[in-house]
């Protein structure tokens, strides 16, 4: 069955440091990994899509990287903001044919709570 | 462009009732999607769409039922409310060209059955 799983659950840092969010999965046959950031009471919004041959992809102050072979990935949010709470989701894509709706396996998120 | 809406933001629904969840995008994509989000659990796909006229089934469909008209329109329709069906409703859209293309989530709708 293919599974993505994130760790923490949640974390709170200071304003200012930095953070490292992982994402294991197990999905098979893989297309593509994505990371989205969800406000509370908003919908996501993507950060990041990797495919396999890419091992790190930058957004502003988001860094994702992709280990294909052990199937991790992970998120560094650099110099965090207030408005960087929020929770991040890891998606995985599995590869179906062209021309039809990819497959997402959606992790249950890390919660981020950055504070003064 | 307003990207993805959705309406409404909350209801309430007694156990039974129907209702309709509305989602237009003005994207132009031919991609629209269904998911439902439960605390704890990672995002569910309900239906999908990959263009006007076609729809199709999703890992968690049973209860609910969609139609696409038009490209810019995917409504979900709850027939028989049930207490499992209480969740936040997201409606999602892509270009589809390609597996790379991200998704446009609306903002959700927060639906309670009571």
């Known amino acids: 069955k293919n599974q993505v799983e994130q760790s923490p659950q949640s974390l709170i840092i200071l304003e200012g440091k930095n953070c490292t969010l992982q994402c294991n999965y197990t999905v098979s046959p893989f297309s593509n990994l994505r990371w989205y950031k969800q406000d509370t009471g908003r919908g996501p919004v993507s950060l990041t899509i990797m495919t396999f041959s890419e091992n790190t992809k930058s957004n502003g102050r988001y860094t994702a990287t992709l280990d294909a072979d052990t199937k991790q990935s992970s998120l560094h949010i650099t110099a965090s903001q207030l408005s960087d709470s929020a929770s991040y989701i890891c998606?995985?894509?599995?590869?179906?044919?062209?021309?039809?709706?990819?497959?997402?396996?959606f992790g249950t998120g890390t919660r981020l709570q950055v504070t003064l | 462009n307003a990207g993805v809406t959705q309406t409404p933001k909350f209801r309430i629904l007694k156990i039974g009732q129907s209702m309709t969840l509305q989602c237009t995008q003005d994207m132009n994509h031919n991609y629209m999607y269904w998911y439902r989000q439960d605390p704890g659990m990672g995002l569910k796909l309900i239906y999908y769409s990959v263009g006007a006229g076609i729809t199709d089934k999703g890992e968690v469909p049973n209860g609910y039922n969609v139609s696409r008209s038009t490209t810019e329109d995917f409504p979900l329709r709850l027939e028989l409310a049930a207490p499992s069906q209480t969740s936040v409703y997201f409606c999602?859209?892509?270009?589809?060209?390609?597996?790379?293309?991200?998704?446009?989530f609306g903002n959700g709708t927060r639906l309670t059955v009571t």
């Open positions: 998606v995985v894509s599995e590869f179906i044919n062209t021309g039809t709706a990819s497959k997402l396996t």
């Open positions: 999602a859209s892509t270009v589809g060209q390609g597996d790379n293309s991200p998704l446009h």
